[in-house]
């Protein structure tokens, strides 16, 4: 029949149907997973042997946690049990294999590219969670890292985003090919996970699991603990070949199993005991898929073939409230008709009448009205939750538990396939080996055991996790105060206008100067000595003073104001130009300068409102990018449709327009209001025609003004736009001095050489 590990009782806390020092003890480790998630920034490693809540803990963790995650896995099959996605067709990964400071082999040129929506959802996560780690190569943490860092323009270790990895190293290990290890063996140590560049940059923590719900009988777990730890001796090994029953056959109503190491081997025993049964009443069942599901997804046969008296096995836990079956259960067919199966349990239960059930491949989304990360139906798959079950292979056999069944694992072939076997099974009384297990067989990986045994001796204690949680707060408070970033994206745009904006409007140089200045003393350097007032102040979430949060929450208004000032500058700098090129740099500065204060004014002017806390700040700014992602895609979608098809003009279209209203005797502020334009723009296009030899001089400018300009720049041949402007004004109109300057500065002159 089918039990629970881990009930949900109240809060988040998780309660344990155990006796109560087991319960305890499970509680102790997952309650220190829940609070190394939730309340830190740090990364972890969640593992235990097989038959200790990991997926019970993973499925709570995506039912409460407050932060934005996503769960991703590296096959199809354990994404779809563990309700998320795919590591590859999250981050759009080829198959190949990622070679550091190189990229993916054969798509070394190709870069990664996202739907807005799907740039958005990366924006925004708090938490990754990859299960079933224990089958990931470390050249994909790496690849993820790279990713993450690129999407999310965060130098930081996987761009910010904190990782929680769970499995069991004990268990299946990754996949890797002869010529695959080949690229990566000189990277990496070994092909597991924990061998990640990136893993070991940001570092982690590891919570393993104790409590063993499994099995009971202690004697029988210290049999399969020797055997997953490599030190199985000839005690231990004698104690499993007294279950080796060569040539066993057991009566079909005892309900035994057969593991196997290979799937053809599986295939060829559930084929020929199908065979052997009556055709009579035979049915066979095909499954229906709507939207997009995946093949390598596929959690049961496509073509089902079922006939009265052939054992079967449920794949999935019934949803309804009567939970009449759970995944393992095992059950032989009663009778069949075109729309379900009757089945009777094999634990003696009430017959059951199983119908198609539906199996769901999801992807994640933001939802725009919560802001939070969301999962949507990409696709559903429908067949009968049911598999022949004479055999099953070892692979396909992980996380089902079995009364009974017949171990062929003389032939196991990768580290922790043995024990994954053996562990499926209760009881040692209940299991059966086709063949004496052999020393060969209990295979270890040296590089897992060094991992385990250095890892156990750094599980965090109460003063680790106060440090920890303590530590998370300063970082979030020091990334509220960085305006450092900023200020780069500031200068960066500053550079910009000054080669393609600033020459037609001179006096830019002054207020980009000017507002750098100011910035950096009145801004990043204030922000620096706020940081440091926190880095020994005692900012756990739960020791914040009514004073500490009064001062941030004045510095937040203080530092948004600054941020105000910034950007009412960059809202009135010129942001059209003629050449297309340039005005694609410009944009790209812009829109970045633009999503940075936006920003970090919306988290200033959220948190200058409401309290300070890691949740609240997190909060903001998920918020804060989500806004930021959905208003550019919108406004971006409506300029579009607003946007005629332009007809493309002539190189000089622009400037001969200008000319031709000046001609026609319209002043050049009249010229600049009718053509929506800067008056520094339109001496521009002016000055230019001047220079082709298309317009004279002395049609902008004076003989007498002309008289006193030349007089100026002999007499102060170092000065610069700004000095000789206020030395003449009201003596040269600014018309005159802005058209004789653009011809006649040295530092066109010198840009013209």
Known sequence: MGYSIIEETEGVDFQIAAEPEAARQLNRELNLARTVVEETG???????KAGTGKTTFLRHLADTSRKRLVVLAPTGVAAINAHGVTIHSMFQFPFSPFVPGRGFIGEEKKYFRFSKTKTRLIKSLDLIVIDEVSMVRPDTLDAIDDLLRRVRGCARPFGGVQLLLIGDLRQLAPVVREKEWRLLAPFYRSPYFFESRALAEAGFITVELLEIYRQTDRNFIGILNAVREGTADVSVLNALNSRCRPGFAPAEEEGYIRLTTHNRMADSINESRLASLPDSGMMTYHAETEGNFPASSVPADAELTLKPGARVMFIKNDTGAERRYFNGMQA??????????????LDGSPDIEVEPAEWENTGYDIDEETSQVTQRIEGVFRQLPLRLAWAITIHKSQGLTFDRAIIDAARSFAPGQAYVALSRCRTLEGLVLDSPLPPAAVITDGNVSSFIDSS?????DGARIAQLKAEFCRSLLADLFDLDPLMNDFRDLKRIVFQYVAPQQPELFDLYNKEEETFAARGVEIGRKFTSLYANAPVAPESISDFLLGKIKGGCAYFDGELARMETLVEATPASLDNKAYQKILDSALDRLHSSLTLKRHILQTLSDTDFSPAAYTDAKARGVIRIETEGMKS??????????????????????????????????????????????????????????LLPLRALVSEEAERIMIRDLADYPDDGFTERRDRLEGRVSPVEFSAYYNVHSPRRKSGRQ
């Open 332 to 345: 032989t067919v009663v009778r069949l008709s075109e729309e379900s199966a009757t089945v009777r349990p």
């Open 636 to 693: 971006k979608k409506k300029a579009k449709e607003r946007k005629p098809k332009a007809e493309k003009k002539p190189k000089g279209y622009s400037k001969h327009e200008s000319l031709a209203l000046f001609k026609a005797g319209k002043s050049v502020e009249e010229i600049a209001e009718e053509r929506c334009m800067a008056v520094t723009t339109i001496i521009r296009h002016l000055t230019d025609l001047v220079e082709a030899g």
């Open 42 to 48: 740090a990364n972890l490693f969640l593992t235990g």
């Open 456 to 460: 156990r001796r750094s599980r965090p």
